[in-house]
């Protein structure tokens, strides 16, 4: 459901602003995020109470969504959103040529999982070697190309199908927290897929090199945590401020091994989590 970020707003005014003073300060938030629309597999947020499906439709949303009605979401959603992407992804090559699946999701887990649901929609080969990178968070899809491409490497016959799927939305909660405030305000639902091929004669994208770092200072400053009602995210203001300290240096270490500089790249793909990260990517 593709919702308008002002009835997003209206929708979080009532949960979280209950005086006028907490309402305008909520609208000063969403009209600095400078984001316009979100996707959401929950159709509440831009509908009347009474036509709620997800939440019960009551001021303070009691009795809230509890983990196992958000994990039975997304079980029903998660694998039609997923294979709507890979058919769109899936071009020149068929079904049955799919060597690897690999699976990411920090949104939703269990065992029969996404995996199988693709598996058995698509009719893949059951001798696919299957993949599940889960809680890894917004690093989550360069890893799992990153073991795409080892899979290739290691055999050039491989062709591998990446799926990123995360129901953010699912896990919305009520206390008026700044972390739940912001990271209701940014985060939305969507899926993206990937096919990663170990056979170099094909046209696409190639993959050239990987480069990790760990910033461990600001482990706490971005977490997430399984509770009984849901997942629970911690955001802390500072991250924007941690990345810009250190973009730098990582975007040089990076491009040290590739005979690259800032200067000869002409097109940057950043992980955006909101307007200042992008601030502090581009200065």
């Known amino acids: ?25 909520l609208r000063y938030l969403y009209k600095q995020g400078g984001i316009q629309t979100r996707y959401s597999v929950v159709p509440d947020y831009s509908l009347p109470a009474g036509e709620w ?9 009691e009795p809230f969504p509890k983990i196992e ?13 997923s294979i709507t992407a890979i058919q769109n992804c899936l071009q020149e090559v068929e079904e049955k040529n799919i060597t690897h ?9 269990s065992a029969p999982g996404l995996d199988l649901q693709i ?8 001798t696919t070697v299957r993949s599940n990178v889960t809680f890894m968070g917004c690093y989550a899809a ?14 050039k016959h491989a062709n591998v199908l990446v799926v990123c799927t995360e129901l953010c939305t699912l896990h ?53 945590q399984v509770s009984s009602k849901g997942f629970v995210m911690n955001l802390s203001s500072y991250v ?10 990582l975007v040089n270490e990076a491009l040290k091994q590739t005979g690259h500089s800032k200067e000869t790249v002409e097109q940057w793909c950043i992980h955006p989590g909101g307007k200042r990260i992008l601030d502090a990517v581009h200065n």
């Open 172 to 224: 919305f909660q009520n206390q008026p927290t700044i972390d739940n405030i912001t990271s209701s305000m940014l985060f939305s639902d969507g899926s993206a897929a990937m096919l990663v091929s170990g056979d170099d004669t094909k046209q696409g994208i190639s993959i050239g090199s990987f480069y990790t770092s760990v910033n461990l200072k600001g482990k706490k400053d971005m977490a997430w």
């Open 240 to 249: 924007p401020d941690l990345i810009e300290e250190d973009f730098q240096q």
């Open 142 to 155: 360069i890893h799992a190309m990153r073991i795409a491409d080892a899979f290739c490497k290691a055999d």
């Open 101 to 109: 699946l690999i699976t990411v999701s920090c949104t939703g887990m």
């Open 69 to 81: 009605k958000r994990m039975e979401w997304f079980d029903n959603e998660a694998a039609p959103l």
């Open 119 to 126: 598996l058995e929609a698509l009719d893949l080969p059951i």
């Open 1 to 25: 459901f593709k919702h308008e970020q002002s009835a997003i707003l209206e929708f979080m005014q009532k949960v979280y602003a209950p005086t006028e003073g907490d309402r305008r300060k």
């Open 53 to 61: 499906t997800f939440y019960p439709a009551s001021e303070n949303l």
